[in-house]
């Protein structure tokens, strides 16, 4: 693996790091005190290619490789995880799917708005009884002629009330028919839904822990319409497309996570050079320097294990595992980074007229949504034993 970085990835991450310097940084505070994004944003963020990342020219993307991707979803992460966020889950979760199972129609018809941010994504998996356990959702899709008429609820859809295109997995047949199987449960199907279709509805769930600039939604589906040429991929391997999706979407989760780290370690180096006690400067005491420490320490490891999965994508290889590993490190080396920059802080940590507070709430749901740690351990685990302990 190499580990210096082409010209283009250094441009990409600059312009990423201009873009947050300038755009992000100033206002995240006041987004999440009014818990919305500016959304004017999503145009902003198309604009300048970073909703087309690895997406091929020819449907409008703005290509790159999964390196730069992830230079990108750091830096963005760095300036608001909120912001990280809505890219992360209208291209990863949405886009990168539509990419790779959709059929030529589909693409063209959606890859193009999404990448321009003309579009938004959303991903409709969880549900209010079903999180971890995805496999035994409980939304279901009945054929009435040509058409499929789905009903259920989805519950914590990131970009939820703001998305044009819904990436939903209803329930299209039995578990039974996976029996033996490796792909999982069979009788899950995914579905590209408008979210202009009658029937369809988005209500924001407000008083979130962190996260607050972002639109996370409850979806409730009534019997919505939807042509048969809205199934994404082929009937019953929606939990398939859903799983690899999850897979490379951790990739990109623990990139924001680095970012994060390093705005803890940024803010927490300023302050403890600038905040004096006992006649100096804090950044005297060797237990403040441990905290300086271990945040970069971290911060370096987490960096290298993300580094690691998009090498990995790039080349072809298997990268569940290590995408695992990854978001399972770097979320909760996110969480501690966090803490730790609190406490550098003292007092200060614990308003927002500084960061770091909205740092360690941010961070929380990092070790939560797209697998939690505890699920990203049971995927490691079977990997290392080929034991199945869900
Ligand atoms: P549960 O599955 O009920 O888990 C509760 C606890 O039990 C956890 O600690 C879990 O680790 C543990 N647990 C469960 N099963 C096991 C087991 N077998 N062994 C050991 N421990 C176990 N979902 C989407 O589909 N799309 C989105 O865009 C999206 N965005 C989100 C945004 C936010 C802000 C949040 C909070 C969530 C989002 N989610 C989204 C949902 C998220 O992925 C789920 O919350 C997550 O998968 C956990 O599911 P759950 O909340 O039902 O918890």
């Known amino acids: 693996m190499d580990l210096s970085l082409t010209d283009e990835q250094q441009a990409v991450r600059a312009l990423a790091a201009d873009f947050v310097d300038r ?14 994004v500016d959304r004017a944003i999503v145009k902003r963020l198309g604009d300048l290619g970073f909703l087309g990342m690895t997406i091929p020219e020819e449907y409008g993307g703005s290509a790159g490789d999964h390196v730069a991707y992830c230079l990108v979803m750091e830096e963005l992460g760095r300036g608001d995880t909120a912001v990280r966020g809505i890219v992360s889950v209208s291209l990863g979760l949405v886009t990168k799917p539509l990419l790779a199972h959709g059929t030529e129609a589909q693409k063209r018809e959606w890859i193009p708005k999404l990448v321009a941010g003309e579009a938004l994504g959303c991903f409709g998996l969880t549900e209010p009884g079903n999180g971890s356990d995805a496999g035994h ?18 519950i914590f859809i990131t970009n939820g009330t703001w998305a044009d295109l819904a990436l939903v997995f209803a329930r299209t047949g039995t578990n039974e028919a996976a029996q033996g199987s490796s792909d999982g449960p069979r009788g899950i199907t995914a579905f590209l839904v408008p979210t202009t279709a009658p029937g369809f509805q988005a209500r924001e769930i407000k008083g979130k822990l962190g996260l607050r600039g972002q639109a996370t939604a409850e979806l409730v589906l009534d019997n919505v319409r939807v042509p048969a040429s809205s199934v994404l991929g082929d009937v019953g391997q929606g939990f398939k497309i859903a799983m690899s999706t999850l897979d490379k979407g951790r990739m990109s989760v623990a990139a924001g996570c680095v970012g994060l780290m390093q705005a803890c370690l940024d803010a927490s180096v300023t302050y403890a050079r600038q905040r004096d006690q006992f006649g100096k400067s804090i950044a005297h005491y060797q237990l403040v320097q441990e905290m300086l420490a271990d945040i970069s320490v971290d911060l370096d490891a987490a960096r290298m294990l993300v580094w690691r999965v998009a090498d990995l994508v790039e080349r072809g290889q298997p990268y569940a595992t290590a995408a695992s590993t990854a978001k399972l490190f ?37 070790t939560l949504y797209e697998g939690t740690s ?17």
């Open 23 to 36: 755009d992000v940084i100033p206002y995240a505070t006041a987004w999440d005190r009014a818990e919305s």
């Open 137 to 154: 959702l409980k939304t279901k899709a009945v054929r009435d002629g040509d058409d499929w008429l789905i009903s259920g609820t989805k």
């Open 330 to 366: 770097c979320s909760e080396a996110a969480v501690r980074a966090a803490n730790n920059a609190i406490q550098v802080f003292g007092g200060y940590g614990y308003v927002d007229e500084y960061p770091v507070g909205k740092y360690l709430r941010d961070a929380r749901v990092l």
């Open 374 to 390: 505890q699920i990203q351990k049971l995927l490691i685990g079977r990997a290392l034993t080929g034991v199945n302990a869900f």
